[in-house]
């Protein structure tokens, strides 16, 4: 019998050491094992504010809920400028005051939903958002009544179908600024003239350049590229076009719809649909 004893206590001993070996283990693994990740709070992606200043057609001043004022420009649009230096009758008469009085109307004094984009910001420190007035979106609704035309920038390009779609129905509609361009029809010569103002300008496309860096499709209609009226395309816009552009639109008559614009004295169209270069022959 106490040979027996004697090996149980053996067995049990070498029971225990094996024992404490493994929670010796056991409790390094746990305390090696990798802490959880901590999580980092989502993004920001939708905020409430109070609308207290309108500034023009895509651009508002709102009140946030801790009381910080921010400047919000539209994702998506873009509202024809207010000549603010071109005198009462130029300003009150031309699509970029159209624009603001209806952007007015949508929003002045509302609370608004300001959804974000990939890029929350731009070079200016404004805020960069989808404003929603209920289920209205405001920006579609002003590409889409024809006072804004799209603008599409990445990274905030996640909604590009939607603004396509919107001006192209207004443009097919002719409605606003579309409509106002039907009814100022104007020789290339003359785009000078009517700065700020809706047109349709036409004549001979002379020249079609496509810029390898910048990839912008330029139109040419005189002989002077830097003075003389021109059509641009920019991305992505381009890729709605011909892949050949030279082919498709030099030499040939055409009308070209939209806001007449100058840069450093150039008259210009921006342009951002097929649908809106007529050719004519």
Do not use: C
């Not at 009381?67 to 603010?84: C, F, H, L």
């Not at 011909?242 to 008259?267: A, I, K």
């Amino acid at each position: 019998m106490s040979i027996t004893r004697h090996r149980w206590g053996r067995y049990l001993v070498a029971g225990l050491v094996a024992a404490l070996a493994l929670a010796a283990i056991t409790g390094l693994l746990v305390r090696r094992s990798p802490r959880p990740a901590v999580l980092e709070p989502p993004a920001v992606t939708a905020i409430e504010a109070q609308v207290v200043r309108i500034i023009d057609g895509d651009t508002i001043v709102v009140r946030t809920g801790d009381g910080r004022e921010e400047t919000v420009r539209y994702i998506g649009v873009d509202a024809p400028e207010i000549p603010w230096d071109a005198g009462d009758e130029r300003i009150y008469s031309g699509p970029g005051w159209a624009a603001r009085t209806a952007n007015q109307q949508l929003v002045a004094g509302r609370t608004v939903r300001l959804e974000l984009d990939a890029q929350h910001r731009d070079a200016y420190g404004r805020l960069l958002a989808y404003v929603y007035v209920g289920d209205v979106m405001v920006n579609a609704r002003l590409v889409e009544d024809g006072l804004a035309v799209a603008l599409i920038v990445p990274p905030n390009d996640g909604r590009k179908q939607l603004f396509l779609d919107a001006q192209r129905a207004a443009v097919l509609a002719q409605r606003g600024l579309w409509s106002q361009a039907a009814a100022r029809a104007v020789d290339w010569r003359q785009a000078g003239e009517h700065v700020g103002m809706p047109a349709t300008v036409q004549g001979v496309v002379r020249r079609v350049n496509v810029d390898q860096g910048s990839g912008i499709i330029f139109l040419h209609f005189g002989s002077n590229t830097r003075r003389d009226f021109v059509a641009l395309v920019r991305p992505p816009f381009t890729a709605l076009f011909p892949s050949r552009p030279r082919d498709y639109y030099q030499g040939r008559r055409v009308r070209v719809q939209g806001v007449v614009e100058d840069f450093q004295g150039q008259p210009q169209i921006v342009v951002q649909l097929p649908a809106q270069i007529e050719v004519m022959d």
